[in-house]
């Protein structure tokens, strides 16, 4: 059997109206800005049965895409993350009492399509100490969020799963939402680095690629938790599906799948040749726009 492996709820939203099946208990909303040229799509989860259907949980998935995301246009990165921090917001709304978030950059630094995480932790206006030492008005803004992060690293360096490390840091800090960041697999090509995916259903570390961990989400660690990931990453068997499904229409696909299918295809992946690249620049906008939603400093 090949079955088709992707993180983005958008993308298995596409797969089951593909297949003709019943949508209820799944809702979609679409917007389009600058012309069509950024696409956001929420779809919702909303009842037990779109849990099977989806194969995800219960939920708020919102998906910005742009085909222009993977393009080094500083104007048009600034502007993604504007849109990136309304969308933000709207996950974690404005309320009287300041709140205060932790931000989790999950990943490999050392392999660079998984190291999206770690390199937007690096980049984030981290507020929190200086918060607790001295107080807002030394950034002359009451609109400042105590922001603090962590880069907890896989459990080939550290002996720990990621969740064992958050659950203690939540337990110590007591921050408010936890935000966590991590590279994601996408089912089409046309989205890789591309497409920026928001959840409030928290993260299975390492599921995209079929290396399932411990689940982070609200009931596991007791505080609300936000995903955000870029898929940096296509599964190679769903690349030669396409093809075959394309080119080789006439013949019959129990054929042609036994002898180009083979069961190594399933542990490998493709990325792309100038990922290093697109992780800088996409590492970048993302912590913009955590900074842009949280860390709203006067300019002077």
Do not use: W
Request: charged share 25%; with cysteine; glycine share 6%.
């Amino acid at each position: 059997m090949f079955e088709v492996r992707t993180d983005l709820a958008v993308e298995e939203n596409e797969r089951i109206q593909k297949q003709n099946a019943s949508m209820r208990g799944i809702s979609v909303d679409e917007e389009k800005f600058e012309n069509g040229n950024i696409r956001v799509t929420t779809v919702r989860i909303e009842t037990e049965n779109a849990v099977r259907m989806m194969g995800k949980p219960k939920g708020t998935y919102i998906t910005l895409e742009s085909p222009e995301l993977a393009e080094e246009t500083d104007d048009y990165h600034r502007m993604i993350s504007e849109k990136l921090a309304e969308l933000l917001r709207r996950l974690i709304p404005e309320e009287k009492k300041e709140r205060s978030i932790l931000v989790a950059g999950l990943g490999n630094r050392s392999v660079t399509p998984d190291a999206l995480g770690p390199r937007v932790a690096d980049q984030l206006c981290i507020t929190r100490h200086i918060l607790k030492e001295y107080g807002s008005f030394v950034y002359g803004s009451d609109d400042i969020r105590s922001v603090s992060a962590i880069v907890p690293g896989v459990m080939a360096q550290t002996g720990m799963e990621t969740r064992e490390i958050l659950s203690g840091i939540v337990r110590q800090v007591k921050p408010d939402y936890l935000i966590v960041i991590d590279a994601l697999a996408a089912r089409s090509l046309k989205r890789l680095c591309r497409t920026i995916q928001l959840s409030d259903t928290g993260i299975s570390p390492g599921s995209g690629v079929g290396n399932h961990r411990h689940s982070i989400t609200e009931k596991t660690l007791g505080i609300p938790v936000i995903a955000v990931g870029i898929p940096t990453v296509v599964e190679a068997a769903t690349i030669i599906q396409d093809f075959m499904s394309e080119y080789l229409k006439d013949m019959p696909a129990e054929e042609y799948r036994p002898r180009l299918l083979s069961p190594q295809l399933n542990q490998m992946f493709v990325t792309s040749k100038d990922i290093d690249a697109q992780i800088r620049q996409l590492s970048y906008t993302v912590s913009e726009g955590i900074n842009r939603a949280f860390c709203r400093i006067p300019q002077s």
